[in-house]
């Protein structure tokens, strides 16, 4: 828990994450959750029906698919997911990133999968 | 201008700025703005009265000042100015930030300096 602000070392943060595809929270800012989480493989198609997602990757490289197009993006990389826009991201190999999103978020906007996570832990 | 979904490579963008305090926006998340801005010497003492300001450092070091101390931040160190809390940036050596503020966010919080940006411009 670092919301009584504290600095916040992502390296250092990204130590404790063993597995993927489950969001941890490392800061908030007003009503926001900064996240990280590590990622390997397919996600699950969803959508945030009314609220941007912010994507910067950290460490290796991830494609997030929408059903238009994909972007591909390597560490040192940010992309924002406009609401309402399907997208489903991708590792091939294990990625980093740290996420910014409204702290109601759902991480799969709903979506029933395995790989939801029911938590907001904090790190 | 990357309002229209285009990754941000931030490193690219770095390259852009060429001079110290004035804030680019390179993404919007809602109602946020992440901008880039290279830092060197001393900022001026201010606060946002309804807003938190989040800062991520991405090359060098920074010391955030505060009333009741300060922080030190290196390159991947994030850290959370809450609202309200009166704050100077300071960099004895040139480095580079992300800043994550509300997109009507004044970054002196109103004081006025000659380090004051007034616009909002885009790279």
Known sequence: ???????????????????????????????????????KGEFVWHAHADQDEMFLVLEGNIVIRMRDGEVSLSAGDLFVVPKGVEHCPF???????????????????????ALRAEDQEWI
Not at 19 to 33: K, L, N, Q, S, T
């Open 1 to 39: 828990m670092t919301g009584d602000g504290a600095p916040v070392t992502l390296s250092e943060k990204l130590k404790l994450i063993a597995d993927h595809w489950h969001p941890r929270i490392v800061a908030r800012v007003d009503g926001y959750h900064v996240k990280l989480v590590k990622v």
């Open 91 to 113: 590792a091939e190999d294990e990625a980093s990133l740290l996420i910014l999103a409204r702290d109601d978020t759902d991480h799969t906007g709903g979506v029933a999968s």
